[in-house]
Every structure is written in C-alpha cells, then in structure tokens.
C-alpha cells in the first residue's frame, strides 16, 4: 500500500526520531532463567522470537545500531534465558530476546523448560506492548512457527511478523512468502496485517521496523 506524500514524510519523521533514540545508550541489563529473576515491571518490553538459526541476533544488533550487543552464534539454540536490553537514558522501554525455538539438539527437558518460561513470560508480564516474530523468508511459515502464533493469539499479546535475509531470495521468491504469510497471519488475531521485510545484513527495512517498535513501545505520537 502506498503511502501519500504526507504519510511518507510523518514516516520518515518517525524513523529519524527512532534512530536517534537508539543511537543513544542502548545496553545488557540482565538473563533470566526464570521469572523470578525478571526485572521490575517499569517500562514497556518489546520482545523478539524466532527459530533457532532465523537471524534473530543479527536483527537485534541491526535494530540496535551495535555490532554485536546480541552475541550472533552458529550454534542454534544458544540463547537459553530471557535477555534484556534497556534503550535509552533514562531507559524508556526494553528489549527481550526470547529463547529460540525449533532447535532439534537440545534435551527434551531442556525445551519444556524454555517453553514453560515463554508461556509464562508472555502471559503475566504486563509490561509487554509488542511481540515480534521472525520468519526466514527463505523457508516462510513453519509449525513451530504457526505455534508461538497461537501461544501469542491466546495470551492475546499483539505480534509483527519480521520476515527475515529477504536479500537472501529472488524478489519473485520472496513476494510469494510474503503474500502466502500475510494471507496466514490474517487467520490470527493477534497478527499485525502488515509485514516487514528486513535485511539485517543490508539494512533493508530496518528503519521502517525500528519506528515500529519505538512507537509499540512508546505511543504513536511520541518524536
């Protein structure tokens, strides 16, 4: 959908507000393992799932502007906690690196475990504004996938779509994920209709996605 040129100005007004934001201080506040090592409730989260191995830390340092404040690993599976970061001096909102799923090595009781802490997390953290599912644009939806959409849908906590290395796929490739995605999101009514399709790597999308979140975050009309 195309914007008008005023819609294009307020969006690009958004974007340059959202950049010098996260140009600011941007650090690692804690993992927990568990909920009772949550931080206090204070300010709004915007968190991040994905599959294992979908790119999820290469977008938190593309969101970010840092190299490497979410640590990039070949090994799926790696993040094992709930990780905050805090945006902002004084922090106005967090980001949560949620565990990856899908990974096939790691113990049964080691899922259950991970899972029992997202389900918990995403359905008693009242602070939660927006949750952001990646999908590898190569692949588009999986069953894994399709289930933490259904985790969202019930603990009602609104979700974006993030399809992932678009500029890993022919463009012909990718419009058809992106429209058979779309068509699949507008099943569940936790899904935002729109989607984003980034590029960490080529910084495609990447300021369109982070105005998002600063204004899930913080309110459309905050500059």
């Not at 938190?60 to 945006?87: C, D």
């Not at 644009?137 to 974006?160: C, F, N, P, T, W």
């Amino acid at each position: 959908m195309s914007l008008t040129p005023e819609e294009e100005r307020a969006q690009k007004a958004r974007e340059k507000a959202a950049s010098r934001l996260f140009s600011g201080r941007v650090d690692f506040l804690l993992s927990a393992p568990q909920l009772k090592f949550l931080p206090d409730p204070t300010v709004p989260e915007i968190a991040l799932a994905g599959r294992s191995n979908v790119g999820k830390s290469s977008l938190l340092n593309a969101l970010t502007g840092r190299k490497a404040i979410a640590r990039a690993s070949v090994t799926p599976g790696r993040t094992q906690e709930l990780n905050f970061f805090e945006v902002g001096e004084p922090t106005q909102f967090r980001l949560v690196d949620m565990p990856g799923y899908g990974f096939a090595k790691a113990p049964v009781k080691v899922v259950e475990r991970w899972k029992n802490l997202v389900k918990s997390y995403l359905r008693g953290r009242q602070v939660l504004a927006r949750n952001l599912v990646l999908v590898d644009s190569r692949h588009g939806l999986k069953d894994v996938d399709r289930e933490m959409m259904k985790m969202l849908d019930e603990a009602a906590v609104g979700y974006r779509i993030v399809l992932t290395k678009t500029d890993k796929i022919k463009a012909s490739a990718l419009e058809r994920v992106a429209n058979q995605v779309a068509e699949e999101a507008r099943k569940h009514p936790a899904a935002f209709p729109e989607l984003h399709l980034t590029s960490s790597e080529k910084g495609m999308g990447i300021e369109a996605l982070r105005a998002a979140v600063v204004a899930d975050a913080l309110g459309e009309n905050w500059s």
